[in-house]
């Protein structure tokens, strides 16, 4: 890993605990809610459920609306939140470590749903996306995008989504996400997870899934126009360019500010 400290990638104060499986917080920062995954939580998506033993072992980590004091205001009033997710590394079967998956809420009357925007702070991440047709069993788009330490990805509407661990160490990622968002895990539940599974030997096809596209990896990319650069913490966007971060909560300005995406967009 680079020399900079886990701080200095966060752009807060933050650090590894002496087993360097657990994130401390200092005492300024304010952390409104902390939640866990099972393994057990995790059988609906993994190939081979009887992998999800122990049941009551912790997978992840998730740490919710997230800031300092000088900025608790900017969020509140921005409406949207600073999170990140310890992944650990633990397999599942074959697969590597990963997130349950889902898909976001939508504004009301709107036709998009709310976007995201994730940012590796350590280890190696890949993050899944496709869209989910249940009633006929397929996923008519999917993609990937590997990302590590310092990369931005950003998550466009209206897709199914989840982050796998790439690497044999601790994933941890941020995002940026409006606070009225909620997760409907139920579309990739239902289908066994994605309509491919990521594990030592690479992709496999879900079977449960009648049909799949072809799969386009891709690596992450920076977005300057948007201040998301391996340069400038996520964090730091509230602090520096606020107003630029409008299409987390309106996502009709997705296309505007990302006109670059359109092309990962659902039709």
Known sequence: MNAKTLAQWAGIPIRWNA???EILFDERLTVKETKSR???QLR????DDSACEPA???QYWMYNGISLPEHADIYNQLGIQYELTLLYPARLGHERSKTLGHIHSFPPGSRLNYAEVCEV???EAI???????ETARSAPFCYAVRARQGDKVVFPPNLHHLTINAGDEMLLF??????ETRGNYAGLSAMGGAAFHYGSTGWTRNTRYETVSALQVFEAEEYPDAHLTRELPLYSVIECCPDDLAWLTQPDRFQE???GLARLMPG
């Open 19 to 21: 087993g360097h499986d």
């Open 38 to 40: 099972l393994r057990g």
């Open 44 to 47: 609906p998506v993994v190939a």
């Open 56 to 58: 009551q072992a912790v």
């Open 121 to 123: 702070l350590w280890g």
């Open 127 to 133: 993050f899944f996306f496709q869209t989910l047709d």
């Open 174 to 179: 941020s995002d940026l996400i409006c606070v």
């Open 257 to 259: 500010a990302f006109p």
